[in-house]
């Protein structure tokens, strides 16, 4: 089935393209605008992008969206991770933010929430995935992006190399265990379902 994912982020479409291999998975087109994200949950979020582009495409539409929430600062940065240290900061940004509000070792949790909406038949629903992991005060890792060099997970994909970052995991690893990864896999068996 061709999906088109309501993001412009290349590193979702591409992460996201890779857990959905029997989908054509496109980005966003420049000419859609990007609704306002008013939700206070990931799925609401989720949901309100799905249903703008659907309702502008007229085809099948999946949204993520995704964050990390800590335990010593009460959830956040939650929905307001892409945008944690303030109006157009970057990912760079968001990590010094959180490396300096919250201790190191804090419980974290990365949750993606995913939304599928087909406009021809009025179908719409959510799925969600959830990592879990600490604070590591030393960033590090070039394999991912937004917080996975300071994310270690619970989850040791490779006993024999304990104490990687998200960063540091191979693509197939951290598909494995990642938030989007999981969700993705209740995607596909919600997808199959519709047939």
């Known amino acids: 089935m061709r999906l088109v994912l309501a993001t412009r982020n290349a590193h979702k479409v591409a992460e996201l393209g890779a857990l959905l291999p029997d989908h054509e998975l496109v980005g966003l087109p420049e000419h859609l605008d990007t609704p ?6 990931f799925a609401e979020n989720a949901l309100i992008k799905a249903r703008a582009a659907a309702d502008a495409l007229g085809v099948p539409v999946i949204a993520d969206d995704s964050g990390v929430e800590s335990a010593a600062l009460a959830g956040a940065p939650g929905v307001r ?3 944690f240290a303030g109006p157009g900061a970057g990912d760079a940004d968001n990590l010094r933010k959180l490396l300096r509000d919250a201790p190191a070792g804090d419980a974290l949790a990365y949750v993606c929430a995913l939304a599928f909406v087909d406009p021809r038949d009025g179908d719409a629903w959510t799925v969600e995935g ?3 992991g600490t604070l ?3 960033p590090r890792g070039a394999n991912g992006f937004g917080y996975d060099p300071a994310f270690l997970p619970d989850d040791v994909v490779d006993p024999g190399r304990p104490g990687r970052t998200m960063a540091e995991l191979e693509p197939e690893e951290k598909a494995a ?3 989007r990864g999981r ?3 209740a995607l596909l068996r919600r997808l199959d379902r519709r047939g």
């Open 36 to 41: 306002e994200e008013t939700g206070a949950t």
């Open 81 to 83: 991770s892409a945008r």
């Open 130 to 132: 959830r990592c879990t």
């Open 136 to 138: 590591d005060p030393h």
């Open 177 to 179: 265990i990642s938030h």
């Open 183 to 185: 969700a993705a896999t």
